[in-house]
């Protein structure tokens, strides 16, 4: 099982960016995915997952901005970033793990590799 993450780079105030995840090795059918970020000096914390069955959470802070979508054939879940600020700055790391239902677990066994954002002026 693998994720790649991609999309990341350098983007002004109020642009917009969208991450990719694509997953192999496994289906989107059974598995959460999530959005994860860790800044310099702070630690990890959720943005955003899809649940199995399509459910979506929202950290407040990215509420109204960013989106979280799957494409099942493609095996690939996104995450479009709009109004983006210097906070959003960080590395983006997309997550899967079983779980059916309509919630997202609090932790993940499977991780990507990170993609980068910066957001500056």
């Known amino acids: 099982l693998q994720l790649v993450g991609s999309g990341g780079g350098l983007v002004q105030p109020g642009g917009s960016l969208r991450l990719s995840c694509d997953a192999s090795g496994f289906t989107l059918d059974n598995y959460a995915i999530g959005w994860f970020r860790q800044a310099p000096g702070k630690g990890r914390e959720g943005v955003s997952c899809?649940?199995?069955?399509?459910?979506?959470y929202y950290e407040n802070f990215v509420k109204g901005r960013f989106t979280i979508s799957r494409d099942k054939a493609k095996a690939t879940v996104y995450l479009q970033m709009n109004d983006v600020k210097p906070d959003d700055t960080a590395v983006y790391y997309c997550?899967?793990?079983?779980?059916?239902?309509?919630?997202?677990?609090?932790?993940?066994?499977?991780w990507g590799q990170g993609t980068q954002v910066t957001v500056s002026s």
């Open positions: 997550t899967a793990q079983w779980y059916g239902g309509s919630y997202c677990p609090l932790n993940y066994e499977f």
């Open positions: 899809i649940a199995t069955d399509g459910t979506i």
